[in-house]
Structures are given as C-alpha cells and as structure tokens.
C-alpha cells in the first residue's frame, strides 16, 4: 500500500509504500489531528483463488480486520497494526485524538456489501447492512486488540459531517437511512433523552432534536435524521 502526502498547490511531498497484512480492497482511510488510519478489511484479493474458478475479490472470513496506525508526517516503519475479528467498512464518519486513545466513528458491517464469500456464494444481507459503530485504539496499552461498539441499529451508509470538523470531535453528524427503519428510530429519538446518536455528545447533554426530511418515493432519506444535542457551556 501507498501512504501519500499532498501539499495545498496538489504537490505530493512525500509517498511511502508498506506492506499490509494481506492483499484487501481499500476503500477509506482515517486521519486525525496528529495520526493517520489505514483499515484491511477481509475484503481480500487473491489471484490464485482467482484460477481457480473463483472471486477475484470475495468476502475471507477466516481473515481478522487489521488497522495500522502511524503518526501524521511519520515513516511507515513506524506502523502499529490492531486487529479485531472480521467486520468491514467502506465508509468512514470522522476520527480524532482523545488522549491516548484514537476513536474512529465508521459505517461498519458484518461481511462486505454485495460481494460473495471465498466460495463464491452470496452472503447474507443482514450481515451486510452498515451500522454505525464506535472503534477506539488504546495506544498506551500493549494489545493488539482494538474495541468495537455499535452505536444504534439504524441501517445507513454515506455519513458526512461539518468538513471542517474533520480529524476533530464532532457533535454532529447526517447519513442516508434505510425509509423503514428509519421511521422507528426517529419515535424513539423523539422519545428519549438518552437516544445514542449519529453524534459524540457527553453525558450532559440536555435536549435532543430531530430533523428529517423523508423520500417516499425512494426507499432511502433524501437528509437523514440528523440528532443534534445542547451541550452545556463545560462540555
């Protein structure tokens, strides 16, 4: 893989190359104020798997999902891989620095979109559909392990936030939403101050409301709810 750095007039000052632990497609990256996030997902590409008659690019669910970690400007020499069990994502919200933590807001599924397993059998689309899930990297801790939590059971993909938050905490953030689903969660956001949004608020956020705007002549949100907290002054 390429890690590349490109200067404001599009001039790329730097391009260094690393080995990941196997060949996957990648299709997001991460980037925080001072570290860089490069996720492998079992999305994997195996050309032998290939002449065989199968998937060129195929679902490997005996691969676990690996993230290497480097600081902004470093040497890829300096990589750090975490791993956790096989899950996938193709699209990422935001990420940031928290102390000696990293936390990554992605879109995150149980196997790959559309794409079939090693065998070239169709997977199963409950696994496929992305939810939105926490994942935070320990960088004091000597484990290789990162943790994974699931914020809410919306089905979504795309999420976009205030670009100019990007690398930072955010407090706000919207997706495209499965239409059904969709309408269940907004009664519940609606109905409770403690709804665990597409947001990172603290524990004191005091009001929630929620803005939609529905398609019903397409089975997705035009704008997804989008759950906006008041945070207090200290917050």
Excluded at 44 to 60: H, I, N, T
Excluded at 72 to 90: I, K, Y
Excluded at 185 to 210: G, V
Aim: net charge positive; glycine share 4%; with cysteine.
């Amino acid at each position: 893989m390429l890690y590349g750095v490109m200067y404001r007039n599009c001039e790329v000052t730097d391009l260094q190359s690393f080995t990941a632990p196997y060949a996957s497609m990648a299709h997001d990256f991460m980037v925080t104020r001072r570290h860089v996030l490069f996720p492998v997902t079992p999305l994997a590409l195996s050309v032998e798997r290939a002449m065989r008659g199968k998937p060129l690019l195929a679902w490997d669910a005996n691969k676990r999902t690996h993230v290497g970690v480097m600081q902004r400007g470093g040497s890829t020499d300096t990589l750090r891989w975490f791993q956790a069990d096989a899950c996938h994502v193709f699209h990422v919200l935001n990420a940031w620095d928290n102390g000696d933590t990293l936390v990554a807001y992605v879109m995150q599924s149980e196997t790959a979109p559309g794409l079939p397993d090693a065998e070239g059998r169709p997977g199963d689309p409950e696994a496929m559909a992305a939810r939105l899930c926490r994942w935070t990297f320990d960088l004091a801790d000597t484990s290789a392990e990162f943790r994974r939590e699931y914020l809410d059971d919306l089905v979504a993909e795309f999420p976009r936030i205030d670009e100019r938050y990007a690398g930072r905490r955010n407090r706000m953030a919207s997706t495209p939403a499965m239409r059904r689903r969709a309408r269940r969660t907004i009664r519940k956001a609606c109905s409770t101050t403690a709804w665990p949004a597409s947001i990172s608020t603290p524990a004191s956020a005091a009001s929630i409301r929620c803005h939609t705007a529905m398609s019903y002549r397409s089975r997705f949100l035009c704008h997804a709810p989008q759950m906006l907290r008041k945070v207090t002054a200290d917050s």
